[in-house]
């Protein structure tokens, strides 16, 4: 079947620490990777997707690259800002999961300053 | 106006009484989805449609109900709401498998 694992939060960090999210993935064919944000009292944002193994994807200074061999697709950025305190969701779909989103369990995030 | 617009944002409602959640949008894309998200357990899909004719269950549809009135608009209804149906939830569109996009959920307490 296909789901998603991802690290256990809440995540507390300084301002301008570097960060890493870990995220695994099981998946039956070939899925598409993304991960996602919902700041405070928002619905969920794309933040960033890969869509084949290798493919790197980045935005706001964020980054996550596809790695087929280990299952995973952690989310990093080197030196996170207040604005970055959010939930964020590693998810996944896959041609065989008829366009459905399988999402993990979210990871908290707090920037102190 | 936001692209996916969900109504109402904030509900509290009675045990046994039914409810309906509503969502539009303004993406032209065919495929909607319903979502409710708890602490600890992400995010859930309910029910999915990829045309106005279609309409399947997802993980946990028990319990509710779903009307695609047309394209632009997905309708979630609890027919007799519980209080372990209180959560927040969401409808998301999506035009291929490239990614979603959400509303900004509609919170609902169940008492």
């Known amino acids: 079947g296909n789901s998603v694992t991802q690290m256990e939060g809440p995540v507390t960090l300084s301002e301008e620490a570097f960060l890493t999210i870990n995220c695994t993935y099981t998946a039956t064919g070939y899925p598409s990777l993304f991960w996602y944000v919902q700041y405070p009292g928002e619905g969920l944002q794309l933040l960033l997707k890969a869509t084949k193994a290798d493919d790197k994807g980045s935005n706001k200074g964020f980054e996550a690259t596809y790695r087929k061999e280990t299952t995973s697709f952690h989310l990093e950025k080197g030196s996170v800002q207040v604005s970055d305190s959010a939930v964020y969701f590693c998810?996944?779909?896959?041609?065989?999961?008829?366009?459905?989103?399988?999402f993990g369990t979210g990871t908290s995030l707090t920037v102190i300053p | 106006d936001a692209d996916v617009t969900q109504t109402p944002r904030n509900r509290i409602t009675k045990t046994g009484k039914r409810i309906m959640l509503e969502c539009s949008q303004t993406k032209g894309h065919d495929r909607m989805y319903w979502y409710r998200q708890d602490p600890g357990l992400g995010l859930r899909l309910i029910y999915y449609s990829f045309d106005v004719k279609d309409i399947n269950k997802g993980e946990i549809s028990d319990g509710y109900s779903v009307s695609r009135q047309a394209q632009a608009k997905f309708s979630l209804s609890l027919e007799s709401a519980i209080p372990n149906q209180t959560a927040l939830y969401f409808c998301?569109?999506?035009?291929?498998?490239?990614?979603?996009?959400f509303g900004s959920g509609t919170r609902l307490t169940v008492v």
């Open positions: 998810a996944l779909t896959a041609q065989n999961t008829g366009n459905q989103f399988y």
């Open positions: 998301a569109t999506s035009l291929n498998n490239y990614g979603y996009t």
